[in-house]
Each structure stands twice: as structure tokens, then as C-alpha cells.
């Protein structure tokens, strides 16, 4: 992730807490300028008193939001880095939800997932600089399920094919944009509040997903999903029973 002859703001979504906060106050150290977006006014009003970090209301479930922060980037003098890191994930059984709630909260995830993600990458791109980069956070649950979360874990996937995909039709680009797909573990955030255990922090995982973009790897596997990933070449079914009823 060379600076060489770039210009741009690093944008990241979802950057008013957890993962996504600490990755824009890490970037804000190394002297960008970082804009973040979200949801919650308190959040976002945190974010935007620290040095170097501007801070934007956007719902990427809605289209609306996301086109305007498109626009709001538009005068920044161009994007150097472009982190998809908001998601939402709502943990329940099929069978006992309501048509209309099912509907609701399948909105919500994919939007936020995977259309908010896939539309701001569109829409961003034109305003992409030379040499820059663009990241899609996803885990391990984007190689194999977990029961509670069958959406979430879908929009993973469908994350994880879309970076791919996007990085084949990028190869050729004159601009030598990277695109990147940063797999990460399970983190102590407020998503993963009373799950699992031995989870890394986000400053952490901040800093270890930064020093593989400096590397330019197109493939960021943070923590111990370096091994999971390993462990998943070699067998998985193995995989899939340790992370069914994750």
C-alpha cells in the first residue's frame, strides 16, 4: 500500500467503533486524511472530534446515504483507500420469525453486507487514485457457515466472490488499483459481545490488517484465521463442524 505519488482520503465504513475506529485512528497516526461513516449519532460525533478522522452519517442499507456520501467524497480530491468494513449481523432461528421481520432484517443485512459494500465501491472507483486500494472485511464464516446467522454469513461469501472477481476485472487497469480481501478473526467488538473467547482486539487487528496492506497482499488473513484458513485447504468438513454452532 505505497504512498508513492498518491493523493486521496482513506474512507472507512463502519469507523465510529470497534475494528473500523481503530483502523481510521491508526491511519490518521500515519498522517491521512480519513474519512468514516455510520449510524449512530454519539458515534459519530466521537469520531469526528479526533485529529485527522471527518465523520459522515451513512446507512449503506440505504441508497440514498450511500450515494451521498459518494458525493461528499467527490470533493476530497479523490479516494487512496477505500475500507468496506461496516456489517450488521442478526443471530436467530428461521422458524420462529414472522414473514415481516424475516423480511426486515434480511434488508438490513444485505444491504449493509453486500449492496451498500458493492454500490460505494461503484460509485467510488471513477474517484479512486492511482496506485490506491480497495478492502472488503470478511471472516472465516465467508468459507463456511455458521447456523445462527445463515444471512450474515451469506453476504460474507458473496463478499468474498465479489473481491475476487473485482480484483480479476482490475488487473488491467492503468491505475493499478489493489484490491484486497482482509479475513478477519473474531474480535472484541460490540457485535461479538458474550461470543466465544480468546478474541483479539480491535487495535490489534487494526494494526495487523495495515501491515498486510503494506505488503500488498490481495489476501489479509489476521489472527488465527491464518491457521483456520490452512486447516480449511486441508480439510473442510473438519472446518464446517468447528464453526457450525460458532
Known sequence: MSRTGQSGVSVVTGGTAGVGLALARQLAERGEQVVV????????????????????????AVESDVTALADRLRTKGGIRLLVNNAAVQYEYQVTERSPAELLRDTTTEIGANLTGPVTLTALALPLMAHGGTIVNITSALALTPKRSAPVYCATKAALRNYTTALRYQLADDERRIQVTEAM????????????????????????????????????????KIRVLAALHRLSPALVARLLRDG
Open 184 to 223: 478477519l478473526p473474531l474480535v472484541d467488538t460490540a457485535m461479538t459481545a458474550g461470543r466465544g473467547s480468546g478474541k483479539l482486539s480491535p487495535e490489534q487487528t487494526a494494526t495487523e490488517l495495515l501491515r498486510g496492506l503494506d505488503r500488498n497482499r490481495p489476501v489479509v488473513r489476521v489472527g
Open 37 to 60: 461513516c455510520g449510524r449512530d449519532a454519539g458515534r459519530l460525533a466521537a469520531a469526528d472530534a479526533l485529529t485527522g478522522i471527518e465523520a459522515v452519517r451513512c446507512d449503506l
